[in-house]
C-alpha cells in the first residue's frame, strides 16, 4: 500500500511539473519596450543585460522606445534588469522579473519613463503604476 502512495505522488509531482513546463514553455518569446517620455527633446540613455545576455546600450530620442525580444527559462527565473539615465539622473530597476511579470504582462512587457521614473503598463489591470522613482 505504501508503494502505491508513493507512486501516485510521483505522477502527481510530475503532472504539475509537467503543466508548470507547458505553461512557461507555450508563452512563447516576450518583447520588452522602454518608451523615452521624459521632455522633449531629452534624450534617455538605455542599457538592459541579463545573467546570461548584455542586450546592449543606447540612447532613446524623445517619443521613441528601446525593444528586444527574449525568452523566459523554463525554471521561471528569467531576470532582465536595465540602467537609465536621464540628464544627471541614473537608476538601475529590475525591467523583468519573471516571478512579478509572469502576469502582468502578456507578450509585451512595457514600461513608459517619465520625469517621475519608470511606470510599467499592467496589461492585467490595464493601468500604469509607477514602480520605481528616481
Known sequence: MARVKRLILEVILLLSLLLELTAVVSIGPRTLQIFNNVQPADKLTVHCKSGDEDVGEVEVKYGEAYEFKFNPNVWGTTLYFCRITWRYKTL???????????????????????????????????????????
Do not use: E, M, Q
Request: glycine share 2%.
Open 92 to 134: 538601475s530597476f529590475d525591467a523583468y522579473r519573471h516571478s512579478r511579470d509572469f502576469t502582468t504582462c502578456d507578450l509585451y512587457c512595457v514600461w513608459s519613463v517619465t520625469i517621475d521614473g519608470p511606470y510599467f503598463f499592467d496589461a492585467r489591470k490595464r493601468i500604469w503604476v509607477l514602480r520605481y522613482k528616481w
